[in-house]
């Protein structure tokens, strides 16, 4: 309790930053791909709720059985995205009610609810969760220790995967021909790119981050099971998505501020000062809403990375 | 032999009865292998729920309690998409028409009944419109995406809500007793400020329509022929269609988003109105955010196609399911079941479009196929 407020809020900005930023990196590959998946709440629910069951059904080594939990957490979401992909790539249905349609199929009175329900899970203690730790003790460094040290594993872990989704979409030809996708499919197929092919990749690894994002609720933050337990926080991740530019680096910035935003109510009224906390609860939307008029007045030079061709099927023949 | 998926040139009219038609068993059946493979036995379950959302005691009157919120955000939906505009924001509209609603409800209650339902339609319309005008303005004059800012205004209208019940004094808030100001709730509208309903049938599982069923139907009717029947309804259909044959028309593109993004505002918002009005009697933010009838609408209006006597239907269809969800919840009835099967009919009615206008065609290889090249694009 020694530290100061704005160590605590930073703090705890990082750890419920974390989901946002898992969601909001697997949104940004389906959108970099042109594909706009509104069902992230829906596949993180799942994503939660699965790798729940796998730590109170598995049994063996803690590390071993939160491994497996995070790549049930992963595929259960990539399954519920491989539905979105199938109905807007293939049989190229309009994105929106697609994805809408997956947050009411899986979301918090759906599958996610069900499932939940049925394999037993709800008001249980979780039998393993992330610890946190606190690698090579850099804990103890003044200011930034207690902030970006001594978190859950999956913080770190998600550090990786910014910078190996920055590299990958600035460095490689696969991530290239990604971003040629999600600007102009007809371009990148006249390049011999498989335009529904690196859709449905990118949309069924964003489900997969989705549902690892899902995790981090079930697993460490309030390692339980109740319906909701996301409580809308994949609509801040595609919020985040806009708020970054679509550019994996600043969703990392803009997921602990909107993660700190959402902490702050509960840190303030814990001091004795209370302030509505639907002020800070709002925050990240209208920030986002102000990106987006701020994008769109072409004030910027560039659109500033919105995918052109983001939310329109591909059809070859028809252009 | 390979599939090929060819645009149709013309679409037969019986595909577009038989093909909602056909998503929905295809729906039904899914929802049984999901229910199966859970080990739950489908036909009791069906059975119980076409109980409890038509057949039983009351079931079809609250399924019309259901289903009026529902045929609001729907006839909301499908008024803005039948011009591309994806209006996300019904959910927002729907709890501002609810406030504003509320509070003419609170202030005019010395006015007669009559006058004041009435006041209470037109303030839950202007509020609804003016909260979907935010992302109606922004579209029309800076040319922003009207999707990510209705459905990010809907989250600031929830705490909006809340925060006008929950975390203040406000004018909405019942504080005349103790307990009310530990247990926060809305203020109690005048009894003049009910809104009527009529029993039509008495025996029986009994049938009542509440007055706000009733207006859900009069805004079917009045889109109807706003869309069909005058010019206004004509340029927004050329809208559309195509956005640059609209421009070229001479169409004024700007004044018609605003308008047309008020226009499904208004109705989303008398949708709030009646939930003070017909059912709630209060200002209720959870009763509202509960059931997310913003997003169920814009489903209900994809699957009518935005006609909006469909959208009357389906929300009587998907109003039965939820009154079922409701009244079967707990007990020995899966949860969210509910929400699996609404998905599940989404995705078959969303995947089923496809063969309205596309033709799915299986062809042999040997066959001339010009606009076909013979091997896959490779990456």
């Known amino acids: 309790m020694n530290n100061g407020i704005v160590v605590v809020v930073a703090a705890s900005g990082v750890l419920y930053g974390t989901p946002l930023l898992f969601a909001a990196l697997g949104e940004l590959l389906a959108e970099r791909s ?79 609810s069900y499932l939940g329900n049925d394999l037993n899970l709800a008001d249980k203690p979780a039998r393993h969760a992330f610890d946190n730790i606190s690698p090579f003790g850099l804990e103890k460094l003044p200011l930034a220790g207690p902030i970006l040290f001594g978190q859950p594993l999956l913080v770190y872990i998600s550090w990786a995967c910014v910078i190996l989704i920055a590299l990958y979409l600035s460095r490689t030809r696969p991530g290239l021909n990604v971003r040629a996708v999600g600007e102009s499919p007809a371009a990148a197929d006249a390049m011999g790119i498989n335009v529904a092919g690196y859709r449905y990749a990118h949309t069924i690894v964003g489900g997969a981050f989705a549902g690892v994002g899902g995790a981090c609720f079930s697993l460490s933050i309030t390692p339980q099971w109740v319906d909701g337990l996301t409580q809308g926080a994949g609509w801040i991740a595609i919020a985040l998505v806009i708020f970054a530019f679509w550019r994996p680096e600043l969703c990392l910035v803009g997921a602990y501020f909107f993660g ?19 002020l800070f609860q709002a925050l990240p939307y209208v920030a986002t809403v102000v990106v987006l008029v701020i994008v769109s007045m072409g004030w910027t030079k560039r659109g500033l990375g919105a995918p052109a061709a983001l939310g329109t099927p591909y059809v070859r023949e028809e252009l | 032999m390979s599939v090929r998926i060819e645009r149709r ?132 004059f800076c040319r922003t995406n009207e999707i990510i800012t209705s459905l990010m205004l809907n989250y600031v209208a929830a705490l909006i809500l809340n925060y006008l019940i929950f975390d203040s004094l406000s ?20 009894d003049a400020a009910n809104w009527p309903s009529w029993g039509i049938v008495h025996s029986g599982p009994g049938l009542v329509i509440p007055l706000g069923f009733g207006v859900a139907v009069l805004v079917a009717v009045g889109l109807w022929a706003l869309y069909s029947r005058t010019r206004f309804g004509f340029e927004v259909q050329v809208l559309g269609d195509s956005w640059r044959a609209a421009r070229y028309a001479g169409i004024r593109t700007r004044r018609k988003i605003l308008a047309v993004m008020c226009l499904s505002g208004a109705i989303a918002g008398i949708g709030g109105a009646s939930q003070d009005g017909d059912f709630r009697h209060l200002l209720d933010p959870r009763g509202l955010q509960q059931a997310g009838y913003g997003y169920a609408g814009i489903v209900i209006a994809a699957l009518a196609r935005y006609n909006p006597f469909a959208v009357v239907l389906i929300s009587l269809l998907l109003g039965g399911l939820q009154n079922a969800g409701y009244a079967l919840q707990g007990a020995d009835f899966p949860s969210g079941l509910v929400g699996v099967m609404e998905g599940l009919i989404l995705f078959c009615a969303l995947g089923c479009e496809l063969l309205r206008r596309y033709r799915v065609r299986v062809v042999r290889r040997a066959g001339p196929e010009p606009s076909v090249p013979a091997t896959e694009p490779t990456s």
């Open chain 1, 34 to 112: 042109g594909v706009l998946n509104l069902g992230v709440e829906g596949m993180m629910l799942v994503g939660a709720v699965m790798g729940f069951w796998t730590v109170q059904r598995v049994h063996g080594n803690s590390a071993l059985v939160l491994t497996a939990a995070i790549f049930v957490a992963a595929l259960a979401g990539a399954v519920i995205a491989l539905i979105h992909a199938f109905l807007v790539v293939t049989l190229r249905a309009n994105q929106i009610v697609s994805g809408l349609a997956v947050t009411i199929f899986a979301g918090a009175a759906g599958l996610s």
């Open chain 1, 260 to 278: 700190a935003f959402s902490a702050l109510p509960f840190t303030l009224q814990a001091r004795g000062v209370t302030i509505a906390p639907e």
């Open chain 2, 9 to 140: 040139l013309e679409q037969p009219r019986w595909l577009g009865v038989a093909v909602p038609t056909g998503s929905i068993v295809l729906a039904l059946l899914l929802t049984g292998a999901v229910l199966l493979l859970t080990g739950h036995d489908p036909v009791h379950a069906y059975h119980r729920l076409f109980n409890a959302a038509f057949v039983g005691k009351d079931a079809l009157t609250q399924t019309i309690v259901s289903a009026t919120p529902l045929a609001f955000t729907g006839l909301a939906a499908a008024a803005a998409f039948r011009m591309q505009l994806f209006n996300i924001g019904a959910e927002g509209q729907l709890y501002f028409g609810a406030i504003f609603a509320a509070a003419a409800g609170l202030y005019l209650h010395s006015w007669p009944s009559a006058l004041l339902i009435a006041a209470m339609v037109v303030a839950g319309a202007f509020g609804g419109a003016a909260w979907a005008a935010i992302p109606g303005v922004l579209r029309a």
């Open chain 2, 171 to 190: 004018y909405w808030r019942d504080t005349s007793t103790p307990e009310a100001k530990v247990f926060p709730q809305g203020k109690l509208l005048p």
